[in-house]
């Protein structure tokens, strides 16, 4: 099973950036969509963005559409998520995770097999 290790996170002021990485390990992710989620304070972790295994198909939630550039260098066995313009409520835990094809394709948190331990975003006012 893979391993996920993410960072990146930290303390930002609202309107600025971030860039979380995910690296794997223990298996190469070239043949795994992967995802990015979030979790809120109290409640489930929700799909924030995911892409395909070679990086063809991204997909994202509406909340973050427009504001999140999800990639991967599957030769550095990482994925990144760019977050800009941050909100306030961009605040949570994040996560990647791995999957199948059609796990990114749907952003089913079920079809999600291996997760990381999170890293804390906090987006100040």
């Known amino acids: 099973q893979v391993q996920l290790v993410e960072s990146g996170g930290g303390l930002v002021q609202a309107g600025g950036s971030l860039r979380l990485s995910c690296a794997a390990s223990?298996?190469?992710?070239?043949?795994?969509?992967m995802g990015w989620f979030r979790q809120f304070p109290g409640k489930e972790r929700v799909f924030v963005a995911g892409?395909?295994?070679?990086?063809?198909?991204?997909l994202y939630a509406d909340s973050v559409k427009g504001r999140a550039i999800i990639s991967r260098d599957n030769t550095k066995n990482t994925v990144y998520l760019q977050m800009n313009n941050l909100k306030p409520e961009d605040t949570a835990v994040y996560f990647c995770a791995a999957g199948s094809t059609g796990a990114v394709r749907t952003g089913n948190r079920a079809l999600f097999g291996s997760w990381g331990q999170g890293t804390q975003v906090t987006v100040s006012s």
């Open positions: 892409i395909t295994s070679s990086g063809e198909s991204t």
């Open positions: 223990g298996q190469t992710i070239s043949s795994y969509g």
